[in-house]
């Protein structure tokens, strides 16, 4: 406590020098000469034979096809992960029941650099074991148990990581209904099982999250602390009876006729409160229909409120319908959704100028979002660009319409909108839709973007050893107000290493707005943050480097 405390002052930090851009070579394509190296020890001593890996992800936004290099250690515990292409990558070791002491979140990597003593320092993970019984005593076989780290002792981003691993972890329950959970980092943990929040359920009952030592209130719960290597056993919990789910059954409807709507895709969205930390809306869309008296019916909904929305063909001129209602302790019957006929945009997308053909644009697509109630569960209507640059949106909402670009194809060409016109005349933000109005003349013009700028970066402290990097937030967006969602792809904020170098590559050239954002130990609210411009290039890079001075928290 003492020394977090001591780390809260010293490290509430305040940015206060500036930018050195200076532009450097063109940019090429990347060779894969650089390298990564260090050693793998336990208590000092090497660790052999241990795989390390070096995660790279090329697209960024977690790309599923992220590159994965790897090497083993040596007699010594050294490791040397060869032919790498400059990037940013995420060093890690495979020892399930090993945990690093040292956290070295991502190494940036410039072309030929060849980067030493990237050290693991593994100890022994510790292990929580127990056992789920009914309430009769019977064993609860199969059951996932969770563990829910208590965020406070976490520097801020660790509890994500820290997170992840533990799901993708098989914590369920054998057959005498007994766990056990291991590798885990020492900290401090609250133990569950059942299911938490409201939803759709698998089965007509289901058991309500339940914490150690057998509570459903999880300000009620045991706080299990884990030490280096340690084992706390009898961490059992016994389920209480189990919650009743229900039935909701609806038909939909032809808003002018009455007549039933069958056939017609539909899906469930909910708006739920997970903790303090994160909250959001969620949906769900499968392969459901209505029958052909355009009914739905959804089976084992747990209580809390919900949207039933409906999800039309692309292209219809239908946009999606929608009902909200709770489910409180009973099955909900009757619910209507009614649909009506949209509106219409059209129009030709065009360049600013003649230097591509308009097949360079024929794998754009236009997205036109207007604002309902259902709009964090619905897709906004679109149209691909044909090759002559025409589109037509149908199934648009009445009200004011927004125009984007929905999508590129390749991440490597970016677009963005210029300005939108109708008719000849320039329109502000949005174009406002009239109910069943088909809306023609219109003029999207659009530009090219080289993304080849990059900004290369290091953050120091002045007089100072830099704090650890979770603490630490990069965020980076174009000082052109005119982008938004105009663009075809947005801008993705660099990450910063262990030794604080950070790096923002395939950016258009233009004016970008840099913030550091500083976190005191622990905490998931910054303390203060300060903003940089600068300045990008086409076929350069910027270099830039960040000084921090410390400053003592007044409070």
Known sequence: MVSSAHQAITFILLVVATTVCVQAQTTTQKVATAGISGKVTIKGKPVVGVTVLANHDSLGGGNPMMKRYRARTDQTGSYRITNLPAGTYEISSITPALVPTNQTD????????????????????????????????EPVIGERVNLMPVYEQFSRGVGSKLLTRLYSTDNSTDDRGIYRVFGLPPGKYKVSV?????G????????????YPSVTDTA??????????????????????PVETFTVVGRVVDGETGSPVPNIKYGVGQRIVHDEYSSGSTSSLGGEVTNANGEFRLENVTPGKYTIFTAPPE?????????????????????LIKTTKGSSLSGVVVLENSEREPTALSRLRVCATAKSTDSAFTNSPSSSVGQDGTFKINGVRSGPASLWLCFAGDKRKQYEIVRVEHNGVPQPEVINVKERENVA?????????KTTGVIRGQVKVENGELPPVSQLSLSLWPLDENLGLKRSHSIESPQLDARGRFVAEGLPAGSYRLMI???????????NMTAQQVTVSDDTVTEVTLIIKPQPNPN
Do not use: C, H, W
């Open 517 to 527: 954002s500083v976190f005191p130990p622990g905490r998931n609210r910054t303390s």
């Open 220 to 241: 009620k719960a045991t706080i299990i602390e884990v030490t280096e290597g340690s084992v706390t056993d009898n961490v059992d919990i016994v389920l209480g009876r």
């Open 315 to 335: 292209g219809g001129d239908v946009p999606p319908a929608s009902v909200t209602f709770d489910v409180v302790d009973r099955d909900v019957t009757d619910l």
């Open 200 to 211: 759709r359920r698998s089965s007509r009952e289901y058991y309500k999250q339940t914490f």
């Open 106 to 137: 991502s190494i940036v990597v410039s072309e030929g650099e060849q980067v030493e003593d990237v050290n693991l320092v593994l100890m022994p993970g510790g292990v929580i074991t127990g056992k789920i019984t009914y309430a009769e005593g």
């Open 441 to 449: 003349g219109i003029r999207v013009i659009v530009k090219f973007l």
């Open 194 to 198: 059942g299911e938490s929040g409201s």
